[in-house]
């Protein structure tokens, strides 16, 4: 580690003298020393530690330039192809320049991006003035991103000219008046510019360095400083500071709203709506004007570590730009985010010819989650997903329930440690996932404490957004038959990721932080030997889905790594739960034949279908309110029948310009008005889950059914390989 520390010191010193003697250049973003040594670091990790066999050479480099292309245009909307020409001269040398940690060519590509932005900016503020027919029979197409570039900025016009108006159309469609219109699209081209203008040269190398990773395969990124801040404080749900979500009107940081209990909460006088327009610390009183900053570097100045001090000047969201603004002291305390933490409910279940119903829990969980350094520090206090699940399961006994449903729906992962200790909550004890790493090693992740928190009945609800730590938990109850997994097929990332942190090489402790690589470098398996890889885990009981599954998920992204198998690791299954499934399906397909909510989903699933092969939308006026007023109708309708009126389904949504492609850094939070009431899929699985607690407790019952089966329906759901 000496050796390779004292080179990237030579490496780091060298810069330096090169960079005395060049000139400087007329551009607006320029690479910075420390981003060049982070570089010559990240090369090194990416090409000899990843789980994939990678070699720097003249085909990862064109992968690198057709990626970086497109995380900057994606829907080509911006670059003319005279200017993807010019950078061709990149293609084959990225990875010479790599090498020499020569940044340059990135930098010079993204000036002439933001330069085309400015452009298309320009063009619409303009364009939005400018008299527009919505007679004329024309069509905005909004997925350019399989198009040819344009080969003129004249074609580009007329790109933008189209966009414009769908812009304004969308607006008139909601009868908004031509003044008002024209007022928000400028409000919202001087968003675009603004946020053009805050990009710095951190942004610049956090977009190359993840065209780089993500070109040897999908998980493997580059994370800023900033970025692993967060996402530390994700893992462990909890960051020191006032507890505020900060969003953004105008040149204005706003509060989007208070977390209960935290500081300001406590505290009482900051309020959502409120501007911040300056934030000072206790130790030199002086207040820092915030107007126009970027929401990430406001929210570095309101951070800061417990017990201390944070001093913010506000304009009460009641009081005008001109009035008078309020100096608040807050005491920075630890805010739990428990928006991302385990909660329980119990659903009841009406059971025919009984008046009580049968009492299911459902633990949702958003999250695999862990406080890696409370943990590691011992503290009796440290937040987990195993722990926080293990004490709501006690809480549901309690309550008498007869099942459990633990919903993963969307839970995109997160520890791995956490997916095996919460997998040993519901098996005796065992393996729980086989590892493989880069040199072929297998070692097994195992729950080694006997006993288990919940041995009854038990579902895991997943969807096609279940990845990762999800999938581990998901097939290893499939794969011990300890309970039905329900839903669609899982999103299939099978790939366990490390984090580097680039600043522990760095050659002294006040160098520039230089951020994080989450770096592929193993392969997790089932303990049947099957991988969650690619196909994901297939649901015992699948509800419908929309859209086609090859277009989503692990086996839709680029340079992703293919599905494979080892051998089975060696455990005890809890049994075979093969008839329980075909019998439980079989009510279920039973029982939803006629429901109503569900062939609403029906309905919906094939609405999205029809529309999900859109690239384009028309701007016939008469045609938009046409298609608006039959979805209304058609919400109407079913709101008429059972009083709501929400799509069971994402819609495929046309884009109206509000998005500033893949360029917005902040998202406001808005206040979401749920439903109390389970959706279907999650009211079906309970279901599911209360016929699996009476199968199981009358066995004479379930085989009586099962054989009065039809012989296709007799095929079963038992673990199996994939």
Request: net charge negative; charged share 30%.
């Amino acid at each position: 580690m000496k050796r390779l520390t004292s080179l990237f010191v030579l490496f780091w010193v060298s810069t330096l003298a090169v960079a005395a003697v060049q000139p400087p250049e007329a551009l607006e973003l320029e690479p910075q020393l420390e981003q060049r040594f982070a570089t010559n670091l990240a090369t090194r990790f990416l090409t000899n530690w990843h789980y994939k066999d990678t070699r720097l050479d003249d085909d990862l480099s064109s992968r690198i330039f057709d990626k970086y292309i497109e995380l900057l245009d994606p829907n080509r909307n911006y670059f003319l192809a005279s200017d993807i020409e010019g950078f061709e001269r990149y293609r084959d040398n990225l990875d010479d320049a790599l090498r020499h940690s020569d940044l340059q060519p990135a930098y010079d590509v993204f000036n002439v991006y933001v330069n085309r932005v400015r452009e298309r900016i320009d063009y619409s503020v303009d364009a939005v003035h400018q008299p527009m027919d919505f007679t004329v029979d024309e069509y905005y197409e909004f997925d350019r991103s399989e198009a040819s570039w344009a080969e003129s900025r004249a074609e580009l016009d007329e790109l933008w000219r189209k966009r414009v108006k769908n812009d304004y159309l969308r607006l008139l469609l909601t009868d908004k008046e031509p003044e008002a219109i024209v007022e928000t699209l400028e409000e919202r081209y001087a968003n675009m510019t603004r946020r053009i203008n805050e990009l710095k040269t951190e942004d610049v190398f956090q977009f190359f360095m993840n065209a780089f990773a993500q070109s040897i395969e999908p998980h493997t990124s580059y994370l800023s400083p900033r970025t692993s801040e967060n996402f530390e404080i994700s893992m462990k749900l909890s960051l020191e500071g006032i507890g505020a979500l900060l969003g953004r009107v105008s040149e204005y940081t706003t509060i989007a709203s208070v977390v209960p209990g935290g500081p300001a909460d406590q505290d009482g006088r900051l309020q959502a709506g409120d501007r911040i327009i300056a934030v000072g610390q206790e130790n030199d009183g002086k207040l820092v004007d915030v107007i126009g900053w970027r929401i990430d570097d406001v929210v570095q100045l309101i951070r800061g570590p417990k017990g201390s001090v944070v001093r913010l000047e506000v304009l009460p969201e009641d009081v005008s730009i001109s009035g008078p603004s309020t100096v608040i002291d807050i005491v920075r305390n630890e805010v739990k985010l428990e928006e991302q933490a385990a909660k329980s409910r119990v659903l009841e279940v009406p059971v025919e010819e009984s008046e009580e119903p049968v009492r299911i829990g459902v633990i949702d969980l958003p999250v695999f989650y862990l406080d890696f350094n409370g943990r590691a520090q011992n503290r009796p206090d440290y937040r987990s997903s195993t722990r926080d699940v293990r004490r709501l399961i006690g809480e549901l006994k309690e309550q008498g329930v007869a099942g459990l449903v633990i919903d993963l729906r969307d839970n995109g992962g997160g520890s791995l440690l956490e997916a095996t200790t919460l997998t040993g909550l519901f098996i005796d004890k065992g393996p729980v996932v086989q590892v493989r790493n880069s040199n072929g090693r297998i070692s097994l992740e195992e729950d080694v404490d006997a006993g288990m928190a919940w041995d009854g009945p038990l579902a895991v609800l997943v969807n096609r957004y279940s990845a990762s730590a999800s999938e581990i938990f998901a097939a290893a109850i499939q794969d011990y038959g300890r309970g039905l997994v329900i839903g669609e097929p899982t999103f299939g990332k099978g790939t366990v990721q490390s984090l580097l942190d680039l600043d522990d090489y760095a050659p002294s402790s006040d160098s520039p932080s230089m951020g994080q690589l989450k770096i592929t470098m193993a392969q997790f398996f089932r303990v049947n030997g099957g991988s969650t890889q690619n196909r994901g885990v297939i649901p015992d009981i699948r509800f419908p889905s929309a859209g086609d599954p090859a277009e989503y998920g692990e086996s839709s992204l680029d340079n992703a790594l293919p599905w494979s198998s080892i051998d089975p690791a060696r455990y005890q299954p809890a049994g075979d739960l093969s008839r329980l499934v075909a019998v439980a399906e079989n009510r279920f397909e039973g029982r939803i034949v006629n429901d109503e909510e569900y062939n609403w989903l029906l309905a919906d699933i094939e609405e999205y279908n029809r529309k999900s092969g859109r690239t384009r939308v028309s701007l016939l006026e008469s045609e938009a309110r046409a298609e608006m007023e039959r979805e209304e109708e058609r919400l109407k309708n079913r709101k008429a029948k059972n009083g709501e009126a929400e799509s069971l389904v994402e819609n495929t949504e046309i884009p109206d310009g509000s998005e500033f492609d893949n360029l917005t850094d902040e998202e406001a939070a808005e206040d979401d008005d749920e439903n109390d009431g389970p959706d279907l899929l999650l009211r079906e699985a309970a279901e599911i889950v209360a016929d699996v607690a009476e199968l199981e407790s009358d066995m004479e019952l379930l085989n009586r059914q099962f054989s009065q089966l039809p012989p296709n329906g007799k095929k079963g759901a038992a673990p199996q390989m994939n």
